[in-house]
């Protein structure tokens, strides 16, 4: 069986109250870890066609927020120049993908592109307990995977192109599909697109500088609503005194 012993790119610590079903309530289980932290932590899910952005700003805000982990799916496509196994996906056979499906061990898997993606449950799991956001580089039918259980500590962020043919531009940029997987990619973006309804925040990238500034805020904005701040009632409570 294959161990996955490192799932995320960067860490911080405490803990996280669990809700809904005993799963996740099992995971966010506080008595299991020392350290508490005063907000509670959250699932942040960006997704985008192909083209569109997403991993780029996905590196950009690991880099510039350190409370923020990256989500280390496992795969089954073949690994690319300049990946590393472990870092980037946890590349596994299509037996081994099968068995982990069947083992239960996904939080959410889905096809993309000819191959199979999913998230592995332990790491997340493991996050939770310690109170850390997660980023998950995901479609919207893992986000839908991810709501039964973790819905209320959801941020979903769809990012959509200036316009197509920007899209199919970036696409040939970067240099990494050939003509026919380009082409693919593209008669498969509308339909991406179609569930743009289904994200609590949508965003269009017209500048890179611009869309992560966006997202940034929103990060912000969601750490601070007042049933994420854990240790609020009782800082009120000792700011205003017992007689209020």
């Not at 880099?63 to 073949?78: L, N, W």
């Amino acid at each position: 069986m294959q161990q996955f012993k490192s799932f995320f790119v960067r860490r911080t610590i405490s803990s996280l109250d669990g809700h809904r079903s005993p799963e996740a309530r099992a995971a966010m289980d506080p008595s299991t870890e020392q350290p508490t932290r005063n907000r509670r932590g959250l699932l942040i899910v960006l997704s985008s066609p192909s083209g569109a952005g997403k991993s780029t700003i996905s590196r950009l805000l690991l880099s510039s927020d350190d409370d923020v982990s990256m989500s280390i799916s496992a795969t089954t496509r073949p690994m690319r120049p300049g990946e590393t196994d472990g870092v980037d996906y946890h590349f596994v056979s299509d037996g081994e993908f099968d068995r982990m499906v069947e083992a239960g061990e996904f939080v959410e898997w889905a096809h993309v592109f000819g191959h199979r993606y999913g998230t592995p449950k332990a790491p997340v799991k493991q996050a939770l307990r310690q109170g850390r956001d997660i980023l998950f580089d995901i479609d919207w039918q893992g986000a839908r995977q991810l709501e039964p259980d973790f819905g209320e500590h959801l941020v979903t962020i769809f990012l959509l192109p200036p316009s197509m043919r920007e899209l199919e531009h970036r696409l040939h940029t970067r240099g990494q599909d050939s003509e026919e997987v380009i082409a693919d990619r593209m008669r498969r973006a509308a339909d991406e697109i179609d569930h743009w309804a289904e994200y609590e925040y949508v965003l269009v990238n017209r500048d890179m500088d611009a869309c992560l500034a966006q997202v940034r805020a929103i990060v912000s904005a969601e750490r601070s609503r007042r049933v994420r701040q854990t240790g609020l009632v009782e800082f009120v409570r000792d700011l205003i005194g017992p007689q209020h």
